[in-house]
């Protein structure tokens, strides 16, 4: 059994770090392992158009998310990753200093 294991995950904030969509930025949506690929809220969007049926009579042209290469995306560090990193000083450090 073959697991892959990125750097990032669903629900991260990443950014786009080259390529055509250089600079911006968005949500992981989902992840696809096996063509180590991504789609990312608001970044490259497609136009595909639809033909008519009976849940689009007039016919559409529906805009979604494509894929970027798994690569090409920076993980963005949040809030409460970055307060996790910070440490306090260890106990025993402390209570030497107030002896």
């Not at 059994?1 to 786009?16: A, I, L, P, Q």
């Not at 995306?73 to 200093?97: D, I």
């Amino acid at each position: 059994m073959n697991r892959f294991k990125f750097h990032v995950k669903k629900g991260d904030n990443v950014e786009v770090i080259c390529g055509n969509f250089k600079g911006s930025s968005g949500k992981i949506l989902e992840v696809r392992p096996r063509k180590q690929q991504v789609l990312i809220e608001g970044v490259r969007i497609i136009k595909k158009h639809l033909r008519k049926s009976q849940d689009n009579p007039q016919g559409k042209i529906a805009e979604r998310e494509g894929p970027i290469h798994i690569s090409n995306v920076k993980l963005l560090e949040t809030e409460k990753k970055a307060e996790k990193k910070t440490k306090t000083k260890p106990k025993k450090e402390a209570e030497k200093k107030a002896a």
